[in-house]
């Protein structure tokens, strides 16, 4: 069936490194995918989204890249700190409908002081 | 301006028991979203509402499970009869014109009701 898969369950870096978290999606027809944060305890914070129509998109120390040919979404985050340290989810919009997002299972990302 | 906000943010329930988790949507937000997420998953779409209507249930269990945003108050989602499996993190999200931004069709959760079945 269709879903969204992340290639690498856990990354650790070193503060002041740059941070890449991959994700794969299968659903040819989502056009709208979204990056969210989520700390423990607490709810995904939404971070950064990009449309099917644009391959680059820039936010404050994150950019997303969306390569639609090999179906694959990548967030960068630039010198990482210790507060970036979260589970980040990517999600996709299924079948068109921007509510109905599905989510990946996420990466862990642990940022080393 | 206040987020999406969820009550109880933890809930104890027996077996058989009923839940009742309330959300807030963001001010100025008229569309109401449900996510549960199970322990180490990805959040899972149960149901879209907007005022008085439930536009999208698709993703609500057929059994023990409903959902309101009434006129006045609140959005619901309701669990009767609890069993362990519903033991999990509901999550309330919300999007709609927000006065002021360009982002309006974003989606914004807010931090979540933990359900716990004993």
């Known amino acids: 069936g269709e879903n969204v898969g992340l290639h690498l369950p856990t990354l650790s870096v070193q503060e002041g490194d740059n941070s890449i978290i991959n994700c794969a999606y299968s659903?040819?027809?989502?056009?709208?995918f979204i990056w969210y944060k989520q700390e423990s305890g607490k709810g995904p914070q939404f971070i950064i989204d990009?449309?099917?129509?644009?391959d680059k998109r820039q936010g404050q120390r994150v950019t997303v890249l969306l390569n639609k040919t090999v179906k694959h979404l990548s967030l960068q985050i630039a010198a990482t700190q210790p507060g970036d340290s979260a589970v980040y989810f990517c999600?996709?919009?299924?079948?068109?409908?921007?509510?109905?997002?599905?989510f990946g299972k996420g990466t862990l990302l642990t940022v080393n002081p | 301006n206040a987020g999406v906000m969820q009550n109880p943010r933890h809930l104890v329930r027996r077996r058989g028991q009923e839940a009742r988790l309330r959300c807030s949507p963001m001010?100025?937000?008229?569309?109401v979203y449900w996510y549960r997420q199970l322990p180490e998953e990805g959040l899972k779409f149960m149901v879209y509402?907007?005022?008085?209507?439930?536009?999208?249930e698709s993703g609500m269990p057929k059994e023990r499970f409903s959902a309101e945003f009434p006129k006045e108050g609140p959005s619901i989602l309701r669990i009767q009869q609890v069993v362990r499996g519903d033991s999990a993190a509901y999550f309330c999200?919300?999007?709609?014109?927000?006065?002021?931004?360009?982002?309006?069709?974003?989606?914004?959760f807010g931090e979540g009701s933990w359900l716990t079945v004993v």
């Open positions: 001010k100025g937000h008229s569309h």
């Open positions: 509402l907007q005022k008085e209507n439930i536009i999208d």
């Open positions: 999600a996709e919009n299924s079948g068109g409908s921007n509510y109905k997002l599905t």
């Open positions: 990009i449309r099917s129509n644009m």
């Open positions: 999200a919300s999007s709609g014109q927000v006065a002021g931004t360009s982002s309006g069709n974003t989606i914004y």
């Open positions: 659903n040819s027809a989502s056009d709208y």
